[in-house]
C-alpha cells in the first residue's frame, strides 16, 4: 500500500479529464448538450455552420434530443420560443444577418420571461457582409437589439475552451433569471482549433423544476404566457418588473479579467479574440520594458463599468481595440465618467488585428504621451 | 315563474332538463367578438370538443396575432402567445418537446397565409404532428379591414379601394389546396361556421384533427370560413349569406386531403 500525498492525488486526477482538441463551433455544440440542450434549432450560414451540422449528429444519437434545421433564422427562433414554453432547455445560432432576422424573437423572449441560449459567430457586416470574423454586432448584442427597453446577458468568450464554458454557463443563468443568454463569438473563434476541457454532463431530471412552463393543465389551473399587455400601466409595471430583474443580473453576473495592470501606465480594453490577440501583444510590450496592461471584459451585458473605473485610479490612458468601427468604445467612456484619456483603434469589415499592429499603435503612443 | 304554473314543484323540476352549457374549458368570461363574428361560435365547438374528448389537461393552445389575440382569457387550457405569424413554429417547438400532449394554433387569413406562410408551409412539409384552425374571413379584422391574402377579387377593402383588383393587389390565396400537396400533411378540411350544419361540421372536424394528431398521422389544418360584419360592412345574416354565395366559390368548401381513411365522421 502506498499512501500518495493529497496534492500529488489532486494532480493524478487532473489528468484523467481528458483535454480534446476541438474546432470552436464544435466545442460550443457539445457544451450545449452536456447542459442538458436537448432542442437545437439552426440554420446554415458561414461561418457557424459547424454548430448546426455536430448537433444533428449529437442530438440525433440521443433519445430526447431534438434537431430539426429550420426554414429560416426566424423560424428557428420561435421554435426555440416554443420550446422554451415548454420547459426544455432550447438552443439557436447563427452569424449577424441572421440574429438580425432573430430580433423580434428575442425581444419575445425577453418580454416573455423565457430561458434561452443564442449564439451568434460574427462576421463582417453590415448587410449580406462576408464571412470573416468581426466584432460589428456588439450594439446588437448588448443593446437589446430589438424593439423595446429590455436586455440580454451576453458573453463574450475569447478561447475555445471559453465558447464552451461561458456556453454551458449560460444554460444555467437562463433558467435562473428566465431570460435570454446570448453568446457573442465570432467566425476566428468558431474556427480555430484549440485543446479543450470538456464539462460534465448535466442531468436533466436533476434541474430545477419550473413552475410556469406550458404542459396541459394537469392537476392544476391553466396558465397563460403572454407579452401583449393593453393597458399602459400594466405594461410599464411588466417594464419595472424587467428592470428589477437586469438590477439583480448587474449585481450578480458580472464578469471579466485584467493581466499585467500592476503597474500599468496604461490600459487596452478589448473583448473576445481582439482581446486575445492584444494579449499577445502586450506580452511582447511588457518585454520591451512598456508597462501596458488589459482588461478584458468577459460579460458584455452586464458591462464591468465598477472595474474600469476602478482602474482610473492608477491609470489615465485606456487604448479600446476592437474589430468593428467603435462600440464597446461608447461602454468604456461611459465607464471612465470623463477620468481619463480614451482612444481606440479598430478594424472593421473581417480584418482582423495582428499583434504587430496593435502594439506599434500602443507604441507609438506611448512613448508620444512619455509614459515610459 | 309562479308556483301555479306547471303544476307544482316536484313536475316543475323534471319538467326542466339542462340541455346546454358554458363547455368546461372555456372561462365565463364574457367575449368581447363583434356581434355576429364566426371567432365566438368557433371557440364554442371547440371547448366543447375538448371537453368530449377530455383533453382540457392535455392540450396547449396557441392563439394568432389578430382578433382572437386574447383568446387565452376565454379558453380554460394553457396558452402561449406567438408573434404575428409564427404560431406553426412554436407549435413545432412545443410538440417537440411534449409529443404526447395536444397542441393547436389557431391562426387568422392574414397570420397564417401572409406573414407566417413560411412557418406554415414547412411544417406541414415536416409532418409536423399538430393541429391548425384557420380562421378564413378574408380581411384583417383586428387593424381595422385591410385587404388580406383571401380577399376576393373585387372585395372591398381599406387598402383594396374599389375592390380588389389583379393587376394592382394581384389573385387571393389558397393556403389550405396548397397544404394539401404537402407529404406530411395528414388531413385538411374546409369548413364554416354561417349555418348550425356547417357549425355542427365545423366541430366534428376540429375534433378529428385532435383526434388524428393522438393518432400521429401528422399535420392536420381545419380553414374555417367565418363572417366579419363589421368589416365586411354587412349585416350578420348577409354576412353568413355571403360565405355560401360567393366566398365558398373561391374557397370550396370540403376534405381537401385525408390521409387517415377515417369513415368515422362521413358528411
Not at chain 1, 430583474?245 to 473583448?271: C, G, H, N, P, Q
Not at chain 2, 358554458?22 to 364574457?30: D, G, M, N, Q, V
Not at chain 2, 406554415?120 to 385591410?146: K, L
Request: proline share 6%; charged share 25%.
Amino acid at each position: 500500500m502506498v499512501s500518495v500525498p493529497f496534492h500529488a492525488l489532486k494532480l493524478r486526477l487532473r489528468c484523467i479529464v481528458p483535454k480534446v482538441l476541438m474546432r470552436g463551433n464544435h466545442a460550443l455544440a457539445e457544451a450545449a448538450v452536456r447542459s442538458g440542450c436537448r432542442y437545437y434549432f439552426g440554420y446554415p450560414i458561414t461561418p457557424q455552420n459547424e454548430v448546426p451540422e455536430y448537433m444533428s449528429e449529437r442530438l440525433s444519437k440521443l433519445e430526447d434530443g431534438v434537431f430539426i434545421q429550420a426554414e429560416s433564422e426566424i423560424a428557428s427562433i420561435h421554435m426555440v420560443i416554443g420550446a422554451s414554453m415548454a420547459g426544455g432547455r432550447a438552443m439557436t445560432s447563427s452569424s449577424s444577418p441572421g440574429i438580425s432576422l432573430k430580433q423580434e424573437g428575442i425581444s419575445f423572449l425577453a418580454a416573455l420571461e423565457l430561458p434561452a441560449v443564442i449564439v451568434n459567430m460574427t462576421r463582417g457586416s453590415p448587410g449580406l457582409g462576408n464571412i470573416a470574423p468581426a466584432q460589428s454586432d456588439y450594439f446588437q448584442a448588448t443593446r437589446g437589439g430589438g424593439h423595446g427597453d429590455y436586455r440580454t446577458i451576453v458573453l463574450a468568450p475569447n478561447s475555445c475552451q471559453e465558447l464552451a464554458d461561458l456556453t454551458y454557463k449560460a444554460f444555467d443563468l437562463a433558467d435562473k433569471y428566465r431570460t435570454p443568454v446570448v453568446i457573442l463569438g465570432d467566425g476566428m473563434l468558431g474556427q480555430m482549433m484549440e485543446p479543450v476541457e470538456l464539462p460534465p454532463e448535466v442531468q436533466i431530471k436533476k434541474l430545477p423544476h419550473k413552475d410556469w412552463t406550458l404542459t396541459g393543465a394537469k392537476g392544476r389551473p391553466s396558465r397563460f404566457i403572454r407579452s401583449l399587455l393593453l393597458d399602459p400601466f400594466e405594461e410599464e409595471e411588466h417594464n419595472w418588473k424587467l428592470m428589477r430583474k437586469y438590477e439583480r443580473i448587474t449585481k450578480e453576473e458580472v464578469s471579466w479579467e485584467i493581466s499585467f495592470a500592476d503597474d500599468a501606465r496604461l490600459m487596452v480594453v478589448a473583448f473576445g479574440i481582439a482581446a486575445r490577440i492584444a494579449k499577445g501583444a502586450i506580452k511582447r510590450m511588457r518585454d520591451e520594458g512598456l508597462k501596458v496592461g488589459l482588461i478584458r471584459p468577459i460579460s458584455l451585458w452586464p458591462f464591468p463599468y465598477k472595474a474600469i473605473k476602478e482602474l482610473t485610479k492608477k491609470v489615465r490612458h485606456f487604448f479600446v481595440f476592437e474589430m468593428n468601427m467603435g462600440q464597446m468604445l461608447e461602454d468604456v467612456k461611459l465607464a471612465l465618467e470623463g477620468n481619463g484619456e480614451v482612444h481606440f483603434y479598430g478594424r472593421p469589415g473581417g480584418i482582423i488585428l495582428t499583434p504587430l499592429e496593435i502594439s506599434r499603435v500602443i507604441s507609438s503612443y506611448y512613448y508620444q504621451k512619455k509614459l515610459g | 315563474m309562479g308556483k301555479g304554473e306547471g303544476g307544482g314543484g316536484q313536475s316543475r323540476n323534471q319538467s326542466m332538463k339542462k340541455i346546454f352549457s358554458r363547455p368546461k374549458s372555456l372561462k365565463k368570461t364574457p367575449f368581447h367578438y363583434c356581434p355576429g363574428c364566426g371567432h365566438s361560435v368557433l371557440h364554442r365547438i371547440i371547448g366543447e370538443a375538448i371537453d368530449e374528448m377530455n383533453l382540457q389537461e392535455k392540450i396547449i393552445g396557441i392563439p394568432p396575432a389578430g382578433c382572437a389575440v386574447l383568446a387565452y382569457l376565454y379558453f380554460d387550457i394553457d396558452m402561449g402567445e406567438a408573434s404575428h405569424g409564427r404560431g406553426a413554429a412554436l407549435a413545432t417547438g412545443m410538440k417537440r418537446v411534449l409529443p404526447d400532449r395536444i397542441v393547436f394554433t389557431y391562426q387568422g387569413d392574414g397570420d397564417i397565409a401572409a406573414i407566417g406562410t413560411a412557418e406554415t408551409i414547412h411544417a406541414a412539409a415536416r409532418g409536423e404532428n399538430f393541429s391548425t384552425i384557420f380562421v378564413n374571413n378574408g380581411v384583417y379584422g383586428m387593424t381595422g379591414g385591410q385587404m388580406a391574402p383571401t380577399t376576393i377579387l373585387g372585395q372591398n377593402t381599406t387598402t383594396s379601394p374599389g375592390g380588389r383588383k389583379q393587376e394592382r393587389d394581384g389573385f387571393p390565396v389558397n393556403l389550405s389546396e396548397m397544404l394539401a400537396i404537402a407529404k406530411g400533411s395528414a388531413y385538411i378540411e374546409r369548413t364554416a361556421v354561417n349555418s348550425p350544419a356547417n357549425i355542427l361540421k365545423t366541430k366534428k372536424a376540429i375534433a378529428k384533427a385532435f383526434r388524428i394528431q393522438m393518432e400521429g398521422y401528422g399535420f392536420s389544418l381545419i380553414e374555417v370560413l367565418s363572417p366579419c360584419p363589421t368589416n365586411w360592412k354587412m349585416e350578420p345574416v348577409e354576412a353568413c349569406k355571403w360565405i355560401d354565395e360567393v366566398m365558398a366559390v373561391h374557397f370550396p368548401l370540403g376534405i381537401l386531403k385525408d390521409l387517415t381513411g377515417d369513415k368515422r365522421d362521413a358528411h
